[in-house]
């Protein structure tokens, strides 16, 4: 909605809060910034809309692949990835609420192991990691604004139970997903959610799981339609088990009528971490929209749970195998692939990310493209990984911002690579630790020692050589 009339709020004194660093967003890369900030020994505020921490991986991306060099075979695979992100797999799976890394014989993506983790666990373990770094969180809480000093942030806005705050920190993260603090900032920003239908579901998505599935039934009765994807293991040594199948409606014209009339992919993937369960279920098909609008995120969201409501009935009433199943979970937010990019000093491009181009000033190896399995020309090549430069997280024209997760890298076929559960960690443990120093120095983004930065994060267990 657009308005044309402007009313003028009357200025008035709020309490003010005041810490090192600002993380707008506990998602999947704020969580990781917020405990890697704290660890390295800066007060950290977190804030986050929701009233649970784990944004994304917990509402869709929880199929994580990618703490391994591209490769197709296990035996040959080479960890990449270690740091939080790593240590938080572990502790999932300690909890007994991950598969631990299974092997991804007759999978289609090039990625030698495969880890799921269950999202509820998932809310559990982040929370425990946050309380104990010792971070300020605050759930259902907006970040909504920022007073600017030329191109320095002065302070974070926040609204909450209590009223509005103004949070005045060192240094702020941007970890909001649409770039809510940059936005607020008036930093320069791109969409690159138009093309996102011809990559990949659509720049939105809404993930759902459906219990009372006979899993072996629909693979039996419905043999030209359903097929199994990568290795069913059991349960074993507290890890959960992992079955998987696919249904491609589109293999036999005319035989699912009902489930053709519906406005989904050409297949869904069942994925399952409980018995009889589908636990993710992803192919609601996303609307085209900029879901970083308030509007449009309300209607879209609004859309996909009708949608969702309307996938689960036809299954039921018209797929063998599907006869006793029912919605079991939804996520609590619409999950977003793509909205706004801000523009940062270095921006990856898909021909670095394909290269495996290595940079002076990394962070983080990464390996992982979801566009492999569809595109093999999209296959990061030998030796199946790229370093993600220090710049990639340092928007133009603010010198106490950092940016991480999927708010940055504007082309969209690197976009499908950066964007995954843990690129965005490995730029949230480094925004974390960057920004704490940069607070604990007095010194401003672009001024931080770049061989300081590198062995802190070595010191915390981040791989950048391998
Ligand atoms: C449907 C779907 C399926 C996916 N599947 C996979 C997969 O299988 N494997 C994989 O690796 N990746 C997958 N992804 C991609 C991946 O999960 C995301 O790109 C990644 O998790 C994004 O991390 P992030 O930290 O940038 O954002 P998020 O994890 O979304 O975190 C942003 C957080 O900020 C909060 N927030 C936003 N604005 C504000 C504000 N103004 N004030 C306070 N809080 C705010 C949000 O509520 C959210 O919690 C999927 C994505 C989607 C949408």
Redesign the pocket.
């Known amino acids: 909605m657009k308005t044309e009339k402007y009313y003028c709020e009357p200025s008035k004194q709020i309490p003010q809060i005041e810490t090192d660093v600002f993380i707008?967003?506990?998602?999947?890369?704020?969580c990781i910034a917020a405990i890697a900030a704290a660890r390295t020994g800066a007060k950290v505020v977190l804030?986050?809309?929701?009233p649970v921490p784990g944004?994304?991986?917990t509402?869709?991306?929880?199929?994580?692949?990618?703490f391994y060099a591209a490769e197709t075979n296990p035996e040959r695979a080479k960890r990449i990835v270690g740091g939080i992100a790593f240590e938080l797999a572990q502790r999932l799976e300690a909890a007994g609420g991950a598969t631990g890394f299974v092997p991804t014989a007759n999978d289609h993506y090039h990625s030698p192991y495969r880890f799921m983790a269950d999202h509820e666990i998932y809310k559990g373990v982040i929370s425990e990691m946050l309380i104990e770094a010792g971070v300020t969180v605050f759930l259902q809480?907006?970040?909504?604004g920022v007073a600017m000093e030329e191109e320095r942030i002065m302070a974070a806005f926040i609204e909450n139970k209590d009223g509005r705050r103004a949070v005045i920190a060192k240094q702020y993260i941007d970890?909001?997903?649409?770039g809510?603090i940059a936005k607020h900032a008036g930093l320069e920003q791109v969409e690159n959610w138009q093309n996102y239908d011809q990559v990949c579901g659509g720049p939105?998505?809404l993930?759902f799981g459906m219990n009372g599935i006979d899993f072996d039934r629909v693979i039996a009765e419905n043999p030209e339609a359903a097929f199994p994807l990568g290795t069913t293991i059991p349960a074993r040594d507290g890890k959960l088990p992992i079955q998987r199948f696919a249904f491609a409606h589109t293999a036999v014209p005319g035989k699912y009528k009902k489930v053709e009339e519906l406005d989904i992919n050409f297949f869904t993937s069942f994925q399952s971490i409980h018995p009889n369960e589908a636990t993710y279920i992803?192919n609601s098909k996303g609307v085209m929209t900029d879901a970083s609008k308030a509007e449009n995120l309300s209607h879209a969201e609004m859309q996909m749970r009708i949608k969702i409501m309307k996938m689960a009935r036809v299954f039921k009433e018209s797929v063998p195998g599907f006869e006793n199943s029912y919605i079991s979970w939804a996520s609590i937010?619409l999950?977003?692939?793509a909205s706004k990019i801000t523009i940062c000093d270095r921006i990856l491009t898909q021909q670095e990310i394909l290269e495996a181009t290595r940079f002076e000033d990394e962070i983080g190896l990464y390996g992982f493209h979801d566009l492999s399995p569809r595109r093999p020309e999209c296959l990061v090549r030998e030796p199946g990984f790229y370093g993600m430069p220090y710049k990639m997280l340092l928007p133009k024209k603010c010198s106490n911002l950092y940016m991480?997760?999927?708010?940055v890298t504007v082309d969209i076929e690197a976009h499908m690579s950066t964007?995954?559960?843990?690129s965005?960690m490995i730029m949230?443990q480094a925004a974390g630790v960057a920004a704490a120093m940069c607070s604990i120095k007095g010194c401003d983004t672009r001024e931080l020692d770049y061989s300081e930065l590198r062995k802190t994060l070595l010191e915390q267990d981040v791989i950048l050589e391998a």
């Open positions: 707008a967003g506990a998602g999947t890369s704020g804030v986050e809309k929701l944004g994304t991986y509402n869709g991306g929880i199929g994580t692949y990618s809480t907006m970040f909504c970890a909001s997903g649409d809510d939105t998505g993930v992803n937010q999950g977003i692939r991480a997760g999927r708010c964007r995954n559960t843990v965005c949230g």
